[in-house]
């Protein structure tokens, strides 16, 4: 009703509600941001000058006033051109990023921290000082391994699930910020 790409754009504005991110934020990152809802989100409720750029291996249907990166993030080429678009550094990473399921369980969870841990590792290099990081993560073997890693590079460390995520679903939401 509300023209929203997908449900994933209610849990954006759940989170934003809890923490209040994204009208502060003039240069925002969306990393596996197919099919683009978080991105509608962000332009929504964002000013006018905010920057808004959204990354994937998939295409996604054109937003007014975002910009969109066909790539890999896996790829420094994607990340430099990152670096290049914003010229300056980012307010606010997010990503809610799920890899495709094998149905192996070892692997799917080892590819989801591969996921988190790329994207934790750009926004080491590009999110500014007190800048905001939105991660989907799921809570497994890795989890604490994981969070001591974030540590090293991020405060304030948060875990939350928004209500329109399934209660089955094990899946969270980390929101921190860059030391």
């Keep these: 009703k509300e023209g929203f790409r997908s449900r994933s754009s209610y849990k954006l504005i759940q989170i934003n509600d809890k ?3 994204l009208n502060s934020s003039k240069n925002i990152l969306d990393l596996g941001c197919a099919p683009g809802g978080w991105l509608q989100v962000s332009k929504k409720f964002s000013s006018v000058e905010t920057k808004i750029l959204g990354i994937d291996k998939l295409d996604i249907e054109a937003i007014p006033g975002v910009k969109f990166y066909k790539g890999d993030i896996f790829e420094e080429e994607v990340v430099n051109y990152i670096q290049v678009f914003f010229r300056t550094k980012i307010d606010l990473i997010m990503s809610d990023m799920s890899p495709n399921s094998t149905g192996n369980k070892r692997v799917d969870h080892l590819r989801i921290f591969s996921l988190v841990e790329r994207v934790v590792s750009i926004s080491t290099k590009l999110l500014q000082k007190d800048g905001f990081i939105v991660i989907k993560i799921f809570q497994g073997g890795m989890y604490g391994d994981l969070m001591n890693n974030m540590k090293e590079s991020l ?10 995520s399934r209660k089955e679903s094990p899946e969270m939401y980390l929101v921190a910020q860059k030391k």
């Design 155 to 164: 405060k304030n460390i948060k875990n939350f699930k928004p209500k329109a």
């Design 19 to 21: 923490f209040d991110f």
